[in-house]
Nanobody, 123 residues
Framework: QVQLVESGGGLAQAGGPLILSCAAS????????MAWFRQAPGKGREFVAN????????SYADSVKGRFTISRDNAINTVYLQMNSLKSEDTAIYYC????????????????WGQGTQVTVSS
């Protein structure tokens, strides 16, 4: 079993920062790739970023490139999403996801998901 628990969401000011955390537990060997997705009200789920835990390789959606940074601390099985220069359109529920080997942006391929954390950006 794998458990993913997100934290750090809340209300942020436009232009400001916020950092999200995703703590993994259980069979973390299944989580070589970790990702963040988001879902805004009335919209579909959107890929944000992912990271290969072993190598540190990352990829980002164009909409967040240069503003968001994904990182990991393998010692404590935690992945972070540092969000800077926040915009109102970043308002969404943010989900952490994990995969043993898939390093892509398709959410339906990630087998492990957290419950999500709400991020609201006020202008």
């Amino acid at each position: 079993q794998v458990q993913l628990v997100e934290s750090g969401g809340g209300l942020a000011q436009a232009g400001g920062p916020l950092i999200l955390s995703c703590a993994a537990s259980g069979r973390t060997i299944e989580l070589n790739v970790m990702a963040w997705f988001r879902q805004a009200p009335g919209k579909g789920r959107e890929f944000v970023a992912n990271i290969i835990r072993s190598s540190g390789n990352t990829s980002y959606a164009d909409s967040v490139k240069g503003r968001f940074t994904i990182s990991r601390d393998n010692a404590i099985n935690t992945v972070y999403l540092q969000m800077n220069s926040l915009k109102s359109e970043d308002t969404a529920i943010y989900y952490c996801a994990g995969s043993r080997s898939y390093y892509g942006s398709r959410g339906d391929v990630y087998p492990y998901w957290g419950q999500g954390t709400q991020v609201t950006v006020s202008s």
